[in-house]
């Protein structure tokens, strides 16, 4: 009896451990890397430098005479000035 309770506890933990590792993977996804930076350019948790990773799902914030150029992973580039938020 305690064979078959301490199985079904370890694939109840097995199941929730790999459930919370697809949704870490999701959020974490990689869209793209910043490239030229003018400004101040930031997201809801961080400040922006050339190179760093863009997530998805991450809003970015341009400031007053700010803008840069992200890289996307299909080889795409896109703008982003002190008018647009994305």
Do not use: H, P, W
Request: no cysteine; charged share 25%.
């Amino acid at each position: 009896m305690r064979k078959i309770l301490s199985l079904a506890v370890g694939l109840f933990f097995a199941i929730s451990v790999s459930q919370a590792e697809e949704k870490l993977d999701i959020e974490k996804q990689l869209v793209g890397i910043v490239g030229a930076i003018s400004g101040t350019i930031k997201t809801e948790i961080r400040e922006l430098k050339a190179g760093d990773k863009i997530y998805l799902n991450e809003t970015i914030y341009a400031g007053i005479d700010s803008g840069t150029q992200i890289l996307l992973l299909d080889q795409s580039t896109l703008l982003l000035d002190q008018t647009l938020k994305l």
